[in-house]
């Protein structure tokens, strides 16, 4: 797995989720092809999948427009079944390093969003969140990629 900082493009084994990704042109994408959808209510839709050994991911559409990404690596734990904070906490910790490693230190804001790695203690879950468009108005972001 590989986060691009130039445009926010996560590169997986699999395939690529991009910014900016429409939820039709993620479908047709090999990722797309191996994902299962949730929808959440409203607007909102979840494409689930294993876009590589050990690491699970869901992405997020807001009205057919990718909105974030939900990322999670395996923990020996996982295997067992067993939840709790303290095993949460160390996710937290390994996602926190592997940020470290391919990003430096934080904060990991960019012109296209940013990345943080977040404990919900009301979920019992640490994930690594990849959120578009949160620095800049979307519109003006998409505005700037797509201008020559």
């Known amino acids: 797995m ?3 900082v130039t445009n926010g493009s996560i ?5 690529t989720i991009s910014a900016g990704q ?3 042109d993620f ?3 090999s990722l797309g092809q191996i994902s299962n959808q949730r929808v959440m209510g409203g607007n909102w839709t979840h494409q689930d999948l294993e876009p590589e050994k050990g690491i699970h991911c869901s992405a997020s559409f807001d009205d057919d427009r990718l909105d974030h990404v939900f990322i999670l690596m395996n923990h020996p734990s996982d295997e067992a079944d067993k939840l709790n904070e303290a095993i949460e906490l160390e996710r937290k910790a390994l996602h926190d390093a592997w940020l470290l490693k391919e990003l430096g230190p934080p904060p990991y804001e960019y012109a296209w969003g940013k990345v943080v790695s977040d404990y919900d203690n009301r979920g019992c879950v640490s994930e690594i969140i990849i959120r578009y468009g949160s620095l800049m ?3 003006q972001w998409w505005q700037e990629q797509q201008s020559p």
């Open 27 to 29: 479908l047709r994408s």
């Open 2 to 4: 590989k986060i691009d």
């Open 11 to 15: 590169v997986f084994a699999k395939g």
């Open 137 to 139: 108005e979307p519109r």
């Open 22 to 24: 429409l939820r039709p």
